[in-house]
């Protein structure tokens, strides 16, 4: 089965829920109904009618009477005001609308209303003349199975019966249009498959990604939470989120202070003037949070580090002699984003605390410098466990003038990029025409429970902001150069980080990460005395890999209960080691130590060992 033939069946199955749907509720007022990832939806005005997940099974019943009828899927086509009349026929005002605004804009606007509809499916010969200028009165296509029509451009399954298995999903509101101003909607999604073994594989993935939802461990282990107060988008790091949070800075800081980065500090908050240098005031103004004081001065909470770092920047070059220069920052900042997108740590209003850094380089040391920044990357990702992984190059088309500044300038660095990639030996794939205004970047591709692919982080060139900036060294002969600015965050923010992980290992954190590393459950009373001298042993060993001088954190749970109870709860918070003591151990000198991988006795004296080892 080839991806168009799968759209069609997903386009189908649109068709034929509406369908059930009209069957069910007469009444129904249809929106638009596009394909989605892995699926359908469609958008339902049922006026004070709600559908919930209790009525799909008779929709999806319904679903399965019009696919056995297998109806064809016939076309026909109308002029746009006989197609008007046939909408207003059927009581369809969303069709109208849609109709109405066709007719209105001819086909000048097609590519905005296209833009503008989600993905509705514009009716035929719209979108293919979309850069038409002269307005023109259309005719609109239609298609029939059974006793529905629907307004649309197709295409479709060549019959009802061909769709393959499908399952109704959710249903969630919509505003007609996406906008708050208009009706609300009920938006009812589908999942559909060409099998149903794929479907079935599918759903269990979803199981599976709910389990290790973010959202949902991250609070339930104490992570972090979301408080109403406070306000949306602006989580706050409980006491062993921040442990986690603390642990991942200091190992990076530590990586990074081994190969020579500088670590530097800069405000949060900044004056506009700045933004007006960098640039960001007038292109990033609608990401920014905007201030102002008492003395009518405008300050913006940070966006990004970067100009802060060209401060410094400039203070401490003077020559070709001071390059390359590393400065390092754990940068807080902020973003404007709207209530609608924000999920968890993943994507926050703030703070966004990232691992930055801005690497200044003249040309010829970009390509070392870009290596080196790719082993740290390497170096970094072994330790964290994350291994399916590979590189995305963006270039820029150069055919389509989309880059700024110098073009010989963008292809040698480009040039030394893709060299840094091959010596390095990294796995990557090249996409041209996709590079940042100011760059050439890579991103650091991976792919998720789901097996989407996400971007866990990225590095770009920066050849546009020293010209911006005006940030200069003098070369060897004397002369004033500009440099190269790498930009790299290795782990992104912390934040986003942290809630990729909580996914990755099903909240089981490594050892090292794991904010209550060790629980001591007894058995009984009777070994009290022996759990002391445990926590001797615990407290004397200091861990010195991957992170050094790090002190293990742990616990003891002595309460009258039992040892079931104990576990099961010490499990629900993953907590990697459980040493469990009762008087058997206490006599022979052992702890049974249990892990995800089982459980084993470890004699008390070799603890410290086998710690060191996890
Ligand atoms: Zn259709
Ligand atoms: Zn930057």
Request: charged share 30%.
């Amino acid at each position: 089965m080839n991806e168009d033939q799968l759209y069609a069946m997903r386009h189908s199955l649109a068709h034929i829920m509406a369908q059930a749907v009209q069957h069910l509720w007469p009444e129904a007022k249809f929106g638009v109904g596009p394909v989605v990832e892995n699926g359908f939806y469609y958008d339902i005005d049922l006026g004070e009618t709600k559908i919930s997940e209790a009525d799909f099974k008779k929709i999806e019943k319904e679903m399965r009477t019009i696919i056995n009828k297998d109806y064809t899927f016939e076309r026909s086509e109308k002029g746009i005001d006989e197609a008007l009349e046939w909408a207003r026929d059927a009581k369809q005002p969303y069709k109208v609308e849609l109709l109405n605004d066709l007719k209105r804009e001819g086909t000048t606007l097609a590519s905005e209303l296209d833009a503008a509809m989600m993905g509705m499916e514009l009716p035929a010969g719209i979108s293919g003349a979309a850069h038409d200028s002269v307005k023109s009165v259309v005719d609109v296509s239609f298609y029939t199975d059974g006793d529905f029509t629907d307004l649309c451009r197709g295409p479709h399954a060549e019959s009802t019966g061909k769709v393959g298995a499908f399952k109704l999903t959710r249903v969630a509101g919509a505003y007609w249009r996406g906008n708050e101003k208009n009706p609300q909607m009920q938006r009812l999604y589908g999942l559909a498959f060409a099998t149903q073994e794929e479907l079935d594989n599918y759903l269990e993935l979803l199981e599976e990604a709910k389990k290790r939802d973010h959202r949902v461990l991250g609070p339930q282990l104490d992570i972090y939470m979301i408080s109403d107060a406070v306000g949306a988008g602006l989580p706050l790091m409980m006491p062993r989120g921040e442990t986690v949070k603390d642990l991942l800075i200091r190992y990076m800081r530590q990586e990074e202070e081994k190969r020579d980065y500088k670590y530097v500090e800069t405000p949060v908050l900044a004056h506009e003037n700045l933004y007006e240098r960098s640039g960001h005031a007038s292109y990033y103004s609608d990401d920014m949070y905007k201030l102002k004081d008492d003395e009518d001065q405008v300050f913006y909470l940070k966006p990004m580090n970067c100009p802060h770092h060209h401060m410094i920047y400039e203070k401490l070059v003077e020559s070709y002699r001071d390059l390359p220069l590393a400065l390092a920052e754990t940068g807080r900042i902020y973003r404007k984003e709207l209530s609608g997108t924000l999920s968890g740590l993943i994507r926050v209003r703030g703070p966004i605390s990232q691992n930055d850094s801005h690497i200044y380089v003249t040309p010829d040391q970009l390509k070392d410098e870009f290596i080196r920044v790719l082993e740290l990357f390497k170096e970094v990702y072994d330790t964290m466990g994350v291994t399916d992984y590979w590189y995305r190059l963006s270039l820029p088309d150069f055919k389509k003038d989309k880059y700024g500044g110098d073009k010989t300038v963008w292809e040698q660095a480009g040039e030394s990029i893709r060299q840094a990639m091959r010596e390095f030996g990294a796995e990557f794939v090249e996409a041209e025409g996709e590079a940042a205004f100011y760059g050439p970047k890579i991103d650091v591709q991976t792919r998720n429970v789901l097996g989407k692919e996400d971007s866990i982080a990225t590095s770009q060139i920066d050849i546009l902001v020293p010209h911006r900036m005006d940030l200069n060294y003098v070369d060897a002969h004397g002369d004033k150069q500009k440099p190269l600015i790498i930009h790299r965050a290795i782990l992104g923010s912390y934040e986003r980080f942290m809630g990729f992980l909580l996914e990755k290992t099903a909240g089981w954190l490594p050892f090292w990460l794991a904010p209550e590393q060790i629980r001591i459950l007894t058995i009984n009373d009777t070994v009290m005395d022996y759990v002391d001298e445990i926590n001797t042993v615990l407290s004397g060993v200091v861990l010195m890999k991957p992170l050094k001088y790090n002190e293990v954190r742990f616990t003891t749970d002595v309460r009258n209960e039992s040892l079931g109870k104990k576990i099961r709860e010490a499990t629900a918070m993953k907590i990697p080691v459980q040493l469990i003591v009762g008087p058997k151990d206490k006599e022979s000198r052992e702890v049974s130590v249990r892990t995800q991988s089982g459980e084993e006795k470890v004699a008390l004296d070799k603890l410290a060992d086998y710690l060191q080892a996890l």
